[in-house]
């Protein structure tokens, strides 16, 4: 099974900008073929969808993240990026990537916002965002 390993968090301050990494040990073929996605879980809430990447380059945010988060992916380093701009507090929580299995193409916003479409999950990095 595909292993991946999230990095990048830390603490620090509303307004600030932090960037997510996370790094697949799958092999270049199968990294390419799938989706990828970043979702968070904050204390005490249920784990949501923040963002995802199909293998077109497509990309899809929720609502609370668009605008201020950027997913991007690099196939030939087998990773998957999320550069988060003007943090708040709401934003704190452990952040997960995920990898699907091979998948079409082209995603929707609804096939990838599901967890249930994901085959892989990396143990999480936490962000804090300090007022």
């Known amino acids: 099974q595909v292993q991946l390993a999230e990095s990048g968090g830390g603490l620090v301050q509303a307004g600030d900008s932090l960037k997510l990494s996370c790094a697949a040990s799958?092999?270049?073929?199968?990294?390419?073929?799938?989706?990828m996605g970043w979702f968070r879980q904050a204390p005490g809430k249920e784990r949501e969808f923040v963002a995802g990447?199909?293998?077109?380059?497509?990309?899809f945010y929720s609502d609370s993240v668009k605008g201020r988060f950027a997913i991007s992916r690099d196939n030939a380093k087998k990773t998957v990026s999320l550069q988060m701009n003007s943090l708040q507090p709401d934003d704190t929580a452990v952040y997960y990537c995920?990898?699907?299995?091979?998948?079409?193409?082209?995603?929707?916003?609804?096939?990838?916002?599901?967890?249930?479409?994901?085959?892989?999950w990396g143990q999480g990095t936490q962000v804090t965002v300090s007022s």
């Open positions: 995920a990898k699907t299995p091979r998948v079409a193409f082209y995603a929707t916003y609804h096939y990838l916002a599901a967890q249930s479409t994901y085959e892989s």
């Open positions: 799958a092999s270049g073929r199968t990294f390419a073929e799938a989706a």
């Open positions: 990447i199909d293998r077109s380059g497509g990309t």
